[in-house]
């Protein structure tokens, strides 16, 4: 079975060490960003990716797998787990891809409350080391 080009892309983009070159290559200009601990979505290339860089300082220890993917044309889900101080977490991206194959929605949920509960912390303090 043929993987999605985005797709693809992406698990390249995770297995090469999360370049922000190689991101912003595969985001679209008007990309949307949904957080599962910021209630308004994010809006533009640029705050998607402020928050995918900071997630990938904070799912990036060595823990994160993707377990499952479905692809239904352009839109994909990848269930991932990893362990963040002590606590599994289990999630989703969801991901739709616009015509020209770059990222047109990301939106992360995560599973159990206490893991949400970290990631808030965790992402956090990422967002904050890069603005400050």
């Given at each position: 079975m043929a993987t999605h080009p985005g797709l693809a892309r992406w698990h390249a983009y995770m297995d090469g060490?999360?370049?922000p070159a190689v991101l912003a290559e595969m985001l679209a200009d008007d990309a949307v960003f949904h957080s599962p601990v910021v209630h308004t979505p994010q809006a533009g290339k640029a705050k998607v990716m402020a928050y995918l860089g900071a997630a990938s300082g904070v799912f990036g220890?060595?823990?994160f797998e993707y377990v499952r993917e479905i692809v239904d044309g352009d839109n994909v889900?990848?269930?991932f787990t990893c362990e963040m101080d002590g606590i599994r977490v289990n999630g989703i991206d969801l991901i739709r891809f616009n015509a020209d194959?770059?990222?047109q929605d990301f939106k992360v949920m995560v599973r159990p409350l206490k893991a949400i509960n970290k990631v808030w912390d965790l992402m956090a303090a990422q967002l904050q080391a890069a603005q400050g």
């Open positions: 060490g999360s370049d220890n060595g823990t889900m990848l269930e194959g770059k990222i």
